[in-house]
């Protein structure tokens, strides 16, 4: 059986036209992640999986506002982290049946429909199950950040890339890293959120912050791990480690 009926919600405007049509009082949230730098598997618990993962938290928070408005409560939530080739392996497996089983008819399946970001990371496979059984659905747009995270994660990983071929043939001539100005400035809108999110961050040395960024796997944007010089150009840019209002965005 497939999907009883999904709706699309991609600007507010449409969460009103969703509210009438949408015959539902509860919601089960599905979130999904790729593994990042140094992390094998995705931690069990969604508390645990939140922590983990900057894209399963901003997930979260994206659905979550919507089942808000839409006047939903939560009746689980299913975390989840795929292979780069979108494997659907038994814990998985396990993880979305268990969660799913406590839909009932008045159940909405709620998850981000990263398509409408410009086509980042299409999970045909999990689309597959989601559409593979009768219930409501509901499909909404990631923040803008969550693009940014992944479009500056193929950044790194290309300059990951360079940096290995570089390592391989020392011969080679270094070529200068050329970042542009559209670059930069998405790099620190990203950083400025990823920084808010770190708590204590005021109270930190410099190497302690830098040890914190590294741990999370972020570089700088030209791909180098963060150090105390580093992290002292970062906030200068961003307008000082003492003012957490321009830190924060808008």
Request: charged residues 30%.
């Amino acid at each position: 059986m497939k999907s009883a009926k999904t709706f699309y919600i991609r600007t507010a405007s449409d969460i009103d036209d969703v509210a009438q049509e949408l015959l539902a009082d509860s919601f089960i949230g599905v979130y999904w992640t790729f593994p990042a730098v140094g992390r094998e598997e995705l931690a069990e618990g969604i508390g645990s999986a939140i922590l983990a993962s900057y894209t399963i938290k901003r997930q979260r928070e994206a659905i979550l506002e919507v089942a808000h408005q839409l006047n939903l409560r939560c009746l689980g939530e299913c975390a989840l982290q795929f292979t780069p080739t979108f494997d659907w392996n038994l814990r998985m497996r396990d993880s979305f049946e268990q969660t799913i089983a406590l839909a009932d008819q008045m159940t909405a399946v709620i998850s981000v429909e990263f398509q409408d970001g410009g086509r980042w990371r299409p999970n045909r496979t999990l689309d597959y199950h989601l559409n593979s059984r009768s219930w409501l659905q509901v499909r909404i747009s990631p923040y803008a950040d969550v693009i940014e995270h992944f479009s500056l994660n193929r950044h790194w990983d290309q300059q990951r890339a360079r940096q290995r071929r570089q390592r391989r043939d020392p011969e080679r001539k270094a070529v200068k890293v050329q970042v542009s100005r559209q670059r930069l400035d998405q790099f620190h809108r990203y950083m400025r959120l990823r920084i808010c999110d770190i708590e204590g961050w005021r109270d930190w040395s410099l190497k302690e912050k830098a040890t914190a960024l590294n741990a999370r796997g972020l570089r700088t944007v030209t791909g180098l791990r963060w150090n105390a010089e580093l992290v002292r150009d970062l906030e200068r840019a961003l307008g000082g480690p003492d003012r957490p209002a321009d830190l924060a965005g808008s």
